[in-house]
């Protein structure tokens, strides 16, 4: 069983930059795929950036490509994503996501363990 924590989320003004991250229980992190995904308020889930295991290859959303970064830290059981430049639209729910099988991309059904999410606010 994995369990996922997220932290980092919070109010910032347009243009502003968060930090979020994600800590993982489990002795095999590090085979995971590990993802961010985001809900706004009335809309369905969406990707927004996923890593792979050991290797570290990413993969974006469009609308995160060129703000966001993610990046993991095996020793630590984490995965963080870096928001910069951000936008109102940006405003949601962010949930961090890991996969076991190793094949997880884009789709949240790729992804067996979620975290609780963490509120991203940004005010224009």
């Known amino acids: 069983q994995v369990q996922l924590v997220e932290s980092g989320g919070g109010l910032v003004q347009t243009g502003g930059s968060l930090r979020l991250s994600c800590a993982a229980s489990g002795r095999a992190f590090s085979y995971y795929v590990m993802a961010w995904f985001r809900q706004a308020p009335g809309k369905e889930r969406e990707f927004v950036a996923r890593?792979?295991?050991?290797?570290?290859?990413?993969y974006y959303s469009d609308s995160a490509k060129g703000r966001f970064t993610i990046s993991r830290d095996n020793a630590k059981n984490t995965v963080y994503l870096q928001m910069n430049s951000l936008k109102p639209e940006d405003t949601a729910v962010y949930y961090c996501?890991?996969?076991?099988?190793?094949?997880?991309?884009?789709?949240?059904?790729?992804?067996?363990?979620w975290g609780q999410g963490t509120q991203v606010t940004v005010s224009s």
């Open positions: 996501a890991a996969d076991s099988r190793g094949w997880g991309a884009a789709n949240s059904r790729d992804y067996e363990y």
């Open positions: 890593i792979s295991w050991i290797g570290g290859g990413t």
